[in-house]
């Protein structure tokens, strides 16, 4: 379930990271509205999931989501370059959340 809130956390990661781009210096309301519910939302469920979770991978594993998120949202809305390379990169930061999922031993939530 601690993994499961992480994940969840990571997308409103991607959500703030994307509005706080749009809010051009919160300078657009509804962009920066977007930003500070997302980065709560994203906050409040990372808070929750380090309650069982190692900080180190719970936090890893956070920035994760959200940079791999960023990086496919903006090659996909954006037209960012999709080298190899890049999707390579992305990948591996995948395959480390797995990694640290698969690694790490959780507390009971209750």
Request: hydrophobic fraction near 60%; glycine fraction near 10%.
């Amino acid at each position: 379930m601690a993994w499961l809130l992480l994940i969840i956390a990571g997308l409103f990661e991607v959500v703030w990271a994307l509005s706080l781009k749009q809010s051009e210096g919160f300078t657009k309301i509804g962009p920066t509205i977007l930003f500070g519910v997302a980065a709560w939302a994203s906050f409040m469920l990372l808070s929750q999931a380090i309650k069982s979770l190692p900080i180190g991978a719970a936090y890893a594993a956070w920035t994760g989501v959200g940079a791999v998120g960023v990086a496919i949202a903006w090659i996909v809305w954006f037209e960012e370059s999709a080298s190899l390379v890049r999707i390579g990169c992305i990948l591996l930061i995948v395959v480390g959340i797995a990694g640290l999922n698969l690694t790490t031993e959780t507390k009971s939530l209750l």
